[in-house]
């Protein structure tokens, strides 16, 4: 028998609030992540400027060199607003804790190869701080970009390097103890292989063109080191080695950097696209910060492939070229 | 290499040090004062970041997992309630308009504070208030957007609510709200803090907070309702950062206790203010009544700021001498207020309306010393001519207070029949004022003042008129003009009683109801 | 002259999850007071107030994470110390 439920219809006024109508062409349905980011930014009428930036607006477009008509052309794949956002990495992180269960109960890092263990501990552990790092970069992109639709999922992106950062220092007292942390602290201040990363990472802190950061940080760092380490390191060669534990716990990593490439990628796109001076400026940044972050990480790789080095950072640049030609910037 | 041997456990605090303020390094290649160039010109003096106490230890993979259980209970309800015209059950469809309220007024603030925290997560030297100032930022966007969607469904059925972003930047009475914001994101990274952390989200925050949730409740509103419970567990942590900030400025430096003294008093008198906009909807807008705001203040800060204060006397700090004042206006701000938005009602996004004889009993009951004094009066006068058909209407705009931007509609504490007004001379110019307290706040800072987009002068000025406007046009129609520019729906504006909502809530609840 | 004692509190949502919760603080509690109102339960004590997961673990027959009270959590008043046992409110005073 077939059960027909009913509630009682009544017509509605409207579909969606006004702005968020003009900009998907007319009074629709409009999706939970639309109303819940479109022009959620104030872009006029302000009564104050910032003390600690009186040469700018509050919110000022002024503050990139890059020109969008359409600050919300910035749209993200993923569709995500809060909701969608934790909801997402919850599952992730659930498999994330899954997985650490099942290293720690069975004894997988101690059953880790001496060498594998030794080099995970010296090339894992200090991305913690880079992780941290690249937080703070997408926090300053947060804080001072233009429309929530870039900056909204920077936010997110700052704390999902949070909680890389985390996962690391997890990872880090699992196959070891807080002292291996403090040991891989004092590489990340003095050892010669970490001093070229951490000068990048330190540039970015007080790049002022916070466009030019996110191509930075989430275009070029994140485009080359995570297939590096994640992929061509952990996934591909330690695995080989007898280090698919290593894999387990960096699972979260591995499956986060593909995900957001794709972000990313989205946004350089929309701005080359807009016009020539913007090409220009982020092929400019994004070939400027190519040619600082590859020498940064060939010592990385050296650590981990040895002679393989130099074939790998080669196989990972030009993977990231092509990618890039696709998004309109052929370097 | 042995390793069977069982590891000792790290305790939550150490953990949680090795997963936040471990992260941290003193740059090298970079000047830490360039990397950090906003936390010093304050004059706040911090000496060791280290001595900072984490509020709630949270991780993220933690934060994750429970947030994401809070939305998807939040979405259930709201997707329930939307579906099954959840509108329709609240007690009266005037209720509603304390939702536009809400919308226009409220949400745009969590999305300032999401921007405003993300800036302070980067700009603290710290790394541990950084983190949770950051996860503060997180929360923010989520209370915006929780609020938007809950709320959408409104908009889809009621006025006033549609145009709520447009409105948040350009309206009169949101200028109110968003200045206060504003003057807060525009201050340091200490004084915001101060300001939003611990005097809106810790002093202040159950003043906003009980009144709109428990409204919700007593008023049949299940979606506001769960948002606003949801949103709570969330602000439980900002609380409990923003009362740690305070300590840790406190502690810190002896040079110190002055300027946050000096933030207290100036926040405590500006957040009094905006909420201002809290005790009318309190006392006037909710068909179901839950407490009066004389109730609430009594509730909400003299017993519970009463302890939070004894507890900061170990420092230095005293109670905000404005707190005095604020006692002297607690039985007439409401009242005041409703007068002014009833009489200037063909320029609100909200409908307003008289009080019924019932509402006046019962505000007779709450304010025995003000309101058939003062106030009821002016009700039953303007009842009366109502029934005449000569509905009164302000016919002007109003003067604005410099600084809080609310109309001088203020009376002198304890001479309730004299209007309170100040005046300053900056720079050949003259400013107004609706207290002692506005103006103190403005001699502190005019250069910052002065910059405020005063909402009525921006009308005079004919900066409110659509593009393309000409004034000297014959028939030109000034107020319409302005209606044009602010996007201001008639239907949405002036009395309850006769609008569209009235009407259709009507229509629509007689559909539930009947079997025609 | 006695000084005026300061309360703490917390606020939570009244529902099936919480119901071993607060019937586990006022255990713990005996100096704290229960107010009811609709949809919430504020427990207010003077001086202090602890959360012990052990407690709670008891009356609901698995471990319990004390941040899962995040998820319930209204409003509180008083200095935060939480371990990974017990979660405390306090004044100084």
């Not at chain 2, 008093?265 to 179901?288: E, F, I, S």
């Not at chain 2, 203040?297 to 939070?308: P, R």
């Not at chain 2, 005095?324 to 320029?347: C, I, N, P």
Request: glycine content about 6%; aromatic content about 12%.
């Amino acid at each position: 028998m077939q059960m027909d439920l009913r509630t009682v219809a009544i017509t509605p006024k409207r579909q969606t609030f006004a702005h968020v109508a003009r900009r998907i062409g007319g009074d629709k349905p409009a999706s939970r992540y639309q109303e819940g980011t479109f022009d959620l930014q104030s872009t006029g009428n302000f009564h104050y400027k910032p003390l600690w930036d009186p040469e700018f607006d509050h919110f000022d477009p002024a503050r990139t060199a890059i020109h969008m008509n359409d600050w919300y052309a910035f749209r993200d794949p993923r569709q995500f607003y809060y909701g969608a956002y934790v909801i997402a990495r919850a599952k992730q992180q659930d498999v994330a804790e899954n997985a650490f269960d099942f290293v720690e109960t069975r004894g997988l890092a101690a059953a880790l190869p001496d060498d594998i263990r030794a080099l995970t501990l010296n090339l894992l552990l200090p991305l913690r701080h880079v992780a941290w790092g690249s937080s703070m970069n997408n926090a300053t992109i947060a804080a001072y970009g233009y429309g929530a639709g870039i900056t909204q999922p920077c936010t997110f992106a700052s704390m999902d390097q949070l909680g890389i950062a985390q996962f690391i220092t997890r990872a880090g007292l699992l196959l070891a103890d807080p002292a291996a942390l403090d040991v891989a602290k004092s590489a990340w201040l003095s050892d010669d292989c970490w001093q070229p990363l951490r000068r990048v990472v330190e540039d970015m802190f007080v790049t002022a063109d916070w466009f030019e950061l996110f191509v930075a940080q989430n275009v070029v760092l994140d485009g080359l080191l995570y297939p590096l380490i994640y992929r061509t390191i952990i996934d591909d060669d330690l695995t080989m080695r007898g280090g698919a534990a290593v894999a387990m716990l960096t699972q979260f990593q591995s499956e986060w950097s593909v995900e957001t490439a794709k972000w990313a990628d989205a946004q350089i796109k929309v701005a080359i696209a807009e016009s020539a001076s913007n090409a220009e400026l982020i092929k400019g940044w994004l070939a400027k910060w190519r040619d600082r972050v590859i020498p940064a990480l060939m010592p990385l790789a050296e650590l981990a492939l040895g002679a393989r080095a130099d074939g790998s950072i080669a196989e990972v640049a030009g993977q990231w070229a092509a990618r890039l030609a696709k998004q309109g910037a052929k370097l | 290499m042995d390793l069977q041997v069982a590891k000792k456990k790290l305790g939550l605090k150490e953990r949680y040090a090795l997963m936040t303020r471990g992260l941290g390094w003193e740059t090298t290649y970079q000047k830490m004062d360039d990397v950090f160039p906003m936390d010093t010109f304050e004059g706040i003096k911090i000496h060791d970041w280290e001595a900072w106490e984490d509020p709630f230890r949270l991780t993220m993979d933690s934060y994750w997992k429970y947030q994401a259980e809070k939305e998807r209970k939040l979405y259930a309800i709201v997707d329930a309630f939307a579906q099954n015209n959840g509108h329709l059950t609240v007690s009266d469809a005037r209720y509603i308009n304390t939702v536009k309220l809400f919308i226009n007024a409220l949400a745009p603030l969590e999305y300032q504070s999401h921007r405003g925290f993300a800036h302070i997560g980067r700009q603290f030297r710290g790394v541990g208030p950084r983190v949770a100032c950051l996860m503060q930022s997180l929360d923010e966007l989520r209370h915006a957007q929780t609020q938007v969607h809950a709320i959408s469904n409104y908009n889809r059925y009621y006025n006033g609510m549609a145009e709520f972003r447009h409105h948040f930047d350009y309206m009169p009475y949101l200028q109110v709200p968003r200045s206060f914001f504003e003057d807060a994101t525009a201050a340091g990274p200490f004084e915001f803090i101060t300001a939003i952390g611990f005097s809106f989200e810790y002093v202040l925050t159950n003043l906003v907070f009980v009144p709109f949730i428990s409204g919700a409740a007593y008023n049949g509103d299940m979606g506001a309702m769960t948002f606003g419970f949801s949103a709570q567990s969330d602000e439980a942590r900002h609380m409990t950062l923003g009362l740690e900030v305070i300590k840790f400025m406190l502690e810190q430096d002896p040079g110190n206790v002055p300027i946050v003294q000096k933030w207290l008093n100036k926040w405590t008198w500006r957040g009094v203010r905006v909420l201002t906009l809290v005790a009318m909807m309190q006392d006037y807008m909710l068909p179901k009544r839950v407490m009066s705001w004389a109730e609430a203040w009594e509730i909400y800060f003299e017993e519970n700021c009463g302890a939070l204060f004894r507890d900061l006397e170990r420092y230095g700090i005293t109670m905000p001498p404005c707190v005095e004042q604020v006692r002297k206006e607690r039985d007439h701000l409401s009242h005041m207020a409703w007068s002014q938005f009833y009489q200037g009602r063909g320029t609100n996004d909200f409908h307003t309306w008289l009080p019924s004889a019932e509402e006046m009993d019962w505000l007779s009951a709450k304010y025995p010393e003000t309101f058939d004094q003062y106030y009821r009066p002016r009700f039953e006068y303007w009842a009366k001519l109502e029934a005449e058909g000569k509905p009164f209407e302000s016919a002007g705009m109003p003067m604005q207070c410099q600084l809080c931007q609310i109309p001088m509609f203020f009376t002198e504490p304890g001479e309730p029949l004299v209007l309170a007004q100040r005046h300053r001379h900056h720079d050949g110019e003259q400013y107004h004022f609706c207290s002692e307290y506005c103006a103190e706040i403005f001699d502190d800072e005019p250069e910052k003042y002065i910059q405020a987009k005063i909402p009525v002068h921006q009308i005079y000025q004919g900066k409110q008129f659509p593009e393309g406007t000409d004034p000297t046009a014959e028939g030109f129609d000034p107020a319409a003009a302005v209606g044009a520019f602010l996007r201001l729906d008639p239907a949405s504006t002036g009395n309850f009683v006769g609008s569209q909502d009235e009407a259709n809530f009507n229509m629509w609840r007689g559909l539930t109801r009947s079997n025609d | 002259m006695s000084r005026t004692e300061s309360s703490v509190f917390v606020a939570l949502q009244a529902n099936a999850d919480t119901r071993e919760l607060v019937e586990a603080i006022l255990a713990d509690n005996p100096h704290a007071v229960l107010h009811e109102d609709p949809a919430m339960v504020r427990i207010s004590a003077v001086g202090s107030l602890s959360v012990h997961a052990e407690s709670v673990s008891e009356r609901i027959g698995r471990d319990y994470d004390l941040q899962e009270m995040h998820i319930n959590l209204i409003s509180l008043s008083g200095h935060v110390d939480e371990t990974d046992e017990t979660f405390t409110l306090s004044w100084a005073n």
